[in-house]
């Protein structure tokens, strides 16, 4: 099974280009054209959040209407960017969206289960799990065994390693730390949000921040640095689980890059 995560699209109104140079709507466009031309094409898209830039409804409606024009099923949570009850309604009759209540919710139509958390905090920046969301999540796992599963949410649950992100951390880490330490069935947690490419652990599974299709943030380590935006190429990870090795993922570029055979194998044939 082969998972796309796409990740901080965000998307504003048609015309709008974000700090002068970037055209996020564009940039989640090209994202998802690479991702059909792909041979084999993934099965599945993992939106990770941030995918509006302001939460509006329309531009809601236009993001969905890009990933369905792939053809190809897909699911979305929600980043500190978006607003919670515009992209409940703008997915209302998708069969995962959540009537009420945070929008988490389980895909459960593959070998893995993708469990979807809801970390967000209205208003606020960083991400949490509440008790309430911890509780859920609890008993989402329990009712899932011992089956393959992998956790998506917008916040990273680990220390970033830029003073200006940590200055932001993860709400109830350690909690949610413990709780998948005790399901060595989670394998994989998948997050987005830092706008950089990032990997860690987190109980006993592979943690990872995915690069934005928009535009990426410096992985400034000074201590006093603001953020500042770096033109390193828009990307995605390919999450390509099988049976019986799990995931091995995949940090892939979005952009039109050569490809040659090597030297060596001319000179072999
Ligand atoms: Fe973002
Ligand atoms: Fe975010």
């Not at 809601?60 to 515009?86: F, K, Q």
């Not at 380590?221 to 990870?237: F, K, Q, T, V």
């Not at 039109?256 to 030297?263: E, G, L, Q, S, V």
């Amino acid at each position: 099974m082969l998972i796309a995560q796409i990740t901080d699209s965000h998307v504003e109104a048609p015309g709008v280009i974000a700090h002068d140079r970037y055209d996020a709507r564009a940039l989640l466009a090209r994202a998802l054209q690479q991702i059909t031309t792909m041979v084999p094409r993934p099965h599945f898209i993992l939106h990770t959040g941030d995918a509006t830039h302001h939460g509006d409804v329309s531009v809601n409606r236009d993001v969905r209407a890009m990933l369905e024009s792939t053809g190809l099923p897909y699911c979305i949570i929600p980043g500190n960017h978006d607003e919670i009850e515009p992209m409940r309604a703008a997915y209302a009759d998708t069969p995962w969206m959540p009537k009420t209540s945070f929008l988490h919710y389980v895909i459960e139509d593959f070998r893995t289960r993708i469990v979807c958390l809801d970390t967000t905090i209205p208003g606020e920046v960083p991400g949490t799990l509440c008790e309430q969301r911890l509780a859920w999540l609890e008993g989402q796992l329990a009712a899932g065994g011992s089956r393959p599963t992998m956790i998506a949410m917008h916040h990273p649950a680990f220390r970033i390693g830029r003073p200006f992100s940590d200055a932001r951390p993860f709400r109830n880490a350690d909690k949610f730390a413990a709780l998948v330490a005790r399901y060595p069935n989670v394998s994989l947690i998948v997050a987005g949000h830092v706008h950089c490419t990032l990997q860690a652990r987190i109980g006993n599974a592979v943690a990872i921040a995915a690069p934005s299709t928009a535009y990426q943030f410096l992985m400034d380590r000074r201590e006093d640095a603001s953020i500042s935006l770096i033109d390193e190429p828009p990307g995605m990870y390919l999450h390509d689980w099988s049976e019986p090795h799990g995931f091995t993922s995949q940090v892939a570029l979005v952009g039109d890059f050569n490809i040659a055979k090597p030297t060596y194998a001319a000179k072999r044939a």
